[in-house]
C-alpha cells in the first residue's frame, strides 16, 4: 500500500517538473517574438540574435497607415528614408516586371562611372531604340553626358540610356552584366536585369523592397539627387531645323535649347516636397512609380508597381504617412513633457 502512495507522488513530481518545463519553453519561444524584431508580414524574419542587421525596407515602423483602395496597386511599399522602416506594403517582395524604374540602376552606375562633362557619340543603334524617347539627338555626332542623363531621368529617353550603356560599358550587353553585377552587390536579391531601359520585360524583374533599397541609393548621390527632383530643364545643345535648299529639304544641326520634361506626377502637381525619382510604364508592368517626399525633418518614400493611377495612389499614402508620423511625435511629446 505505501508502495504504490510513494508511485503516485513520484508520478505526480514528473508531472509537475514537465509542465514546467514546457512552460519555460513557450516563455522562450515569447521572448525571440519581441516587438521590436517584429518584421511586416511576408519579409524574412530577424530575431535579435541574428549576426547582421535586418534588410532594409522590412522592419517595421511603430506606427501603420491603414489604407485601402477601391483598385490597389499589385504590388507596393511606403517606407521611412533614411531608415527603411515600413509603414505600409502590399506584396512587397513579389517580383514584378518594372519598366523604366530600370533606368535607376543605369543611371546609378552611369553617375558613379562617369563626369558630367564627357561626350557620348549618338550611335545608330540608340537612335533606332523603339518606346519613349528624346528624340532629337544628332546622329553621329556627340552630347554631353549630363544632357543624357536629365534625358534618362526625366522624360525616360530609351536612346539616352542606350548610348550612355554604350558609353560607359562599351556594347549593351556588358553593360547589363555591370547592372547585374551591382544588384548583387547592393544585396537586391530579387532584382535581375536584361537592359539598360527596361523597354524588354522578360528577364527585367525586381520588387517594392528591392526599389526602396535603388531610391535610397539613387538620392545618396547628390547628382542624380539634384536631376531627379528637377521638374523642367532647358540645356544647350544642337536641336535639328529643316531648310530648303532648291527643291530639296534637309535637316542641319544648330545650337539651341533641349527642353525635358520629368514624367513624375507628383512633380507636374507641385505636390509639396517631392524629391524624386522615376516612372514606368509597359503592358505586363503596368503604370509604376518610385516616389520620394521630405516635410521638414522626416523623409518619405513610396514604391507603386502596376497601379490604376499611382499619382493620386502616391499622395494618398504620402497624406497618411507623414500624418501618422505627426500623431507619433505628438503622443510622444505628451507622454514625455520637458521638465
Request: net charge positive.
Amino acid at each position: 500500500m505505501r508502495s504504490s502512495s510513494a508511485a503516485g507522488r513520484l508520478a505526480l513530481l514528473v508531472l509537475a517538473a514537465l509542465t514546467a518545463l514546457s512552460g519555460l519553453l513557450v516563455l522562450a519561444s515569447a521572448t525571440d517574438d519581441a516587438p521590436g524584431d517584429q518584421l511586416v508580414a511576408g519579409a524574412p524574419r530577424v530575431h535579435a540574435a541574428s549576426s547582421g542587421p535586418a534588410p532594409y525596407a522590412t522592419l517595421a515602423a511603430g506606427v501603420r497607415v491603414g489604407i485601402r483602395f477601391k483598385r490597389p496597386p499589385r504590388s507596393g511599399l511606403l517606407f521611412e528614408l533614411p531608415s527603411g522602416r515600413v509603414l505600409w506594403s502590399r506584396g512587397m517582395s513579389r517580383r514584378r516586371p518594372i519598366a523604366s524604374l530600370t533606368k535607376m540602376m543605369t543611371g546609378l552606375l552611369v553617375a558613379d562611372r562617369s563626369t558630367p562633362e564627357e561626350r557620348v557619340s549618338i550611335t545608330r543603334q540608340a537612335l533606332d531604340e523603339p518606346g519613349s524617347q528624346i528624340g532629337v539627338l544628332p546622329p553621329h555626332r556627340s552630347v554631353r553626358l549630363e544632357t543624357l542623363l536629365y534625358g534618362l531621368m526625366l522624360p525616360s529617353g530609351n536612346d539616352a540610356a542606350i548610348a550612355l550603356a554604350q558609353h560607359v560599358s562599351g556594347t549593351v550587353p556588358r553593360f547589363v552584366s555591370d547592372m547585374n553585377a551591382e544588384a548583387r552587390r547592393l544585396g537586391l536579391g530579387c532584382t535581375h536585369y536584361s537592359s539598360p531601359d527596361g523597354l524588354e520585360d522578360r528577364g527585367n524583374r525586381s520588387c517594392a523592397r528591392d526599389l526602396a533599397l535603388l531610391a535610397r541609393e539613387v538620392l545618396a548621390r547628390r547628382r542624380l539627387a539634384r536631376i531627379v527632383r528637377t521638374s523642367v530643364i532647358a540645356l544647350p545643345a544642337l536641336v535639328p531645323h529643316t531648310v530648303k535648299r532648291g527643291r530639296r529639304k534637309r535637316t542641319v544641326w544648330r545650337p539651341g535649347r533641349l527642353w525635358l520634361v520629368n514624367n513624375n506626377p507628383l512633380l507636374r502637381g507641385d505636390y509639396p516636397g517631392t524629391t524624386g525619382v522615376k516612372t514606368g510604364y509597359t503592358d505586363a508592368a503596368g503604370r509604376c512609380l518610385v516616389a520620394t517626399v521630405r516635410r521638414r525633418h522626416t523623409s518619405l518614400g513610396v514604391i507603386l508597381l502596376h497601379s490604376p493611377d499611382p499619382g493620386y495612389q502616391a499622395m494618398r499614402l504620402f497624406n497618411r504617412g507623414f500624418r501618422a508620423l505627426r500623431l507619433r511625435r505628438a503622443r510622444s511629446a505628451v507622454a514625455s513633457p520637458v521638465r
